[in-house]
């Protein structure tokens, strides 16, 4: 197991692609708004919630498969197709292009690791367990999100 070191960066002007448009993606789409420069989300089916962003104009939202030239207005990346070879291909091209990428699948590989995320303004508190532990990663989350929110 790689240990992924915690890293707050500045990604206010940066454009954020998603591939995937499901129910992990929205609860990740939600948690970056306030952080990215511009959030997109490709998929030929998506929840209600991110097509919701979309009509209020929070986001936008292609329905439709992904085509490599996608990446060419991307700074970050986050798949998750729910196919492991594609989420595998998809990975490999934004590598190779520079392009930090974070993939679901755990045969993809990944640049980092999305958070967990506890905030109360201007404080903002991100978990991880590395990819190992997804009950262990939303246990300290939720457990974070109950310390700062008590006044």
Known sequence: MSLY??????I?????????????EVARVI?????????????????PEIIKL??????TYDRRR???TDLDSADIVLVNTGHSGTDIRI????????????AVSP?????FHFPGIARRDPLVVGVSASGEDAKMEAEATAYFK?????K
Request: charged share 25%; net charge negative; hydrophobic share 45%.
């Open 31 to 47: 948690a970056i708004l306030d952080f990215a420069g511009s959030v997109t989300v490709v998929s030929p089916e998506a929840e």
């Open 54 to 59: 979309a009509q209020v104009g929070y986001i």
């Open 5 to 10: 070191f915690p890293m707050f960066v500045d």
């Open 107 to 111: 045969e993809a590989p990944s640049d």
């Open 12 to 24: 206010s002007g940066k454009r954020v692609l998603f591939i995937g448009g499901g129910r992990l």
């Open 146 to 150: 109950r310390l700062i929110e008590k």
């Open 66 to 68: 992904f085509d490599e």
């Open 91 to 102: 990975a490999g091209m934004c590598r190779r292009r520079g392009i930090l990428v974070n």
